[in-house]
């Protein structure tokens, strides 16, 4: 079935830094591919997302950038703050067709 | 404002007993989905629907259930058969389809008495 395997696991970074996660899925036929952020005790909120008819999708700090032929995508941060300190998800579409399937996350902490 | 609400936040069930989380939304979105969240682990897909009075199993169903009896809402039922049920439960809901955005809500989190 579908596996999406995020990296790294944890990254702490100083303010004003990049922060890079990466995802990698294996079913050719995925199409979407979301970007989720959680607050300790939230739910997780979706951030930014990407179709597969695109390469990069940026909004303000945050793009994400996919390659098909490598399968894989990733979630870039520019400018790094504090309050981007959260855990990061990356999902895509599950074998069923109607549901997602999550990366196990990314605990992203960012120093002053 | 429009959104999922989950309830209650905070939920103790004791040894043999059934408890139901609640999860209501006004997004007018087709699907539902409860998910299970363990400490450093990614969400795991309980039960899913797509359509009144209509769900699925999803990757972790045993010792779940689940209706589908309104729109807005999709209860989520952890059974005394369900042995470890001590975890952070999420609720969701979006269009039709896999390659939908899913909005989350606030989640419950269920401890053993």
């Known amino acids: 079935g579908e596996n999406v395997e995020q990296h790294p696991s944890t990254l702490s970074v100083q303010e004003g830094d990049s922060a890079v996660i990466k995802c990698t899925y294996s079913d050719s036929a995925s199409n979407y591919f979301p970007w989720y952020k959680q607050e300790l005790g939230k739910g997780p909120q979706l951030i930014i997302d990407i179709r597969s008819n695109v390469g990069e999708k940026k909004d303000q700090r945050i793009a994400v950038t996919l390659n098909k032929t490598a399968k894989h995508f990733s979630l870039h941060i520019t400018e790094t703050q504090p309050e981007d300190s959260a855990v990061y998800f990356c999902a895509a579409p599950g074998d069923s067709g109607y549901a997602l399937n999550f990366g196990k996350g990314t605990s992203l902490l960012v120093t002053p | 404002d429009g959104g999922i609400t989950q309830s209650p936040k905070y939920l103790f069930r004791k040894e043999g007993q059934n408890v139901t989380l609640s999860c209501e939304q006004n997004?007018?979105?087709?699907?539902m989905y409860w998910y299970r969240q363990d400490p450093g682990q990614g969400l795991r897909l309980i039960y899913y629907?797509?359509?009144?009075?209509?769900?699925q199993k999803g990757d972790i169903a045993e010792g779940y259930s689940v209706s589908r009896e309104k729109k807005e809402s999709f209860p989520l039922t952890v059974t005394s058969a369900q042995k470890n049920p001590t975890a952070f439960y999420l609720c969701?809901?979006?269009?039709?389809?896999?390659?939908?955005?899913?909005?989350f809500g606030d989640g419950t989190r269920l401890s053993i008495l």
């Open positions: 629907s797509q359509i009144v009075n209509d769900f």
């Open positions: 997004l007018n979105h087709d699907a």
């Open positions: 969701a809901s979006g269009g039709t389809g896999g390659n939908q955005p899913q909005h």
